[in-house]
């Protein structure tokens, strides 16, 4: 029979370093988003994000994350509503873009608004248009869940993926 160990209460010290540690992460590919919202004066916000996933179908939700350190964690933060784009391949340069800081990330990017008021950037491979419903602060990020209010997509349209520090394009096995 075997014998149960108790359950630790905290997790041990990491015997690895945030760069071994970003390292590591960086081998799992990623889709890469943008996720967009307006701030409390309504200027767009929106940002590149590749810590997106789905947690339910029933209700639809999604879940992304953001570090305490950008500068649009209050807009986010204080808004009702924002979107998810999936991007598609040929959206690489939107990617990068909306990943600098100092530059005008909506400079002739083509978008309207949403049913809820997020701006919806064209050209996605999808959107998902959700309800601000909880926020977790964990570490050094916050973990956003929304409520899919409304989604789109564009069946066969190649998506963007991000693995070890490169963007790539879908190639069937």
């Known amino acids: 029979m075997s014998q149960l160990l108790p359950r630790p209460m905290q997790a041990r ?6 760069r071994e540690f970003r390292a590591a992460l960086g081998m799992f590919a990623t889709g890469v988003t943008i996720v967009t919202a307006r701030g409390a ?16 179908l029933a209700p639809p939700l999604v879940l992304w994350s ?24 040929d959206q690489r340069d939107l ?9 005008d990330r909506w400079a002739g990017v083509q978008h309207a608004p949403g049913v809820a008021g997020a701006p919806i950037i064209a050209g996605a491979a999808a959107v998902f248009e959700c309800f601000n419903r909880s926020q977790y602060v964990e570490g050094d990020h916050t973990i956003f869940v929304g409520e899919v209010e409304h989604c789109a997509h564009r069946p066969g349209t190649p998506p963007l993926l991000y693995h070890g520090g490169r963007f790539y394009t879908e190639h069937p096995l």
């Open 13 to 18: 010290a990491p015997a690895f370093s945030s």
């Open 66 to 89: 953001l570090a305490h350190a950008a500068s649009v964690l209050p807009a986010f933060m204080a808004g009702s509503h924002y979107a998810i784009h999936v991007l598609a391949a």
């Open 41 to 56: 004066g309504g200027e767009l916000v929106g940002l590149t994000a590749s810590s997106f996933n789905s947690v339910s």
């Open 95 to 103: 990617a990068e873009r909306f990943a600098q800081r100092g530059v």
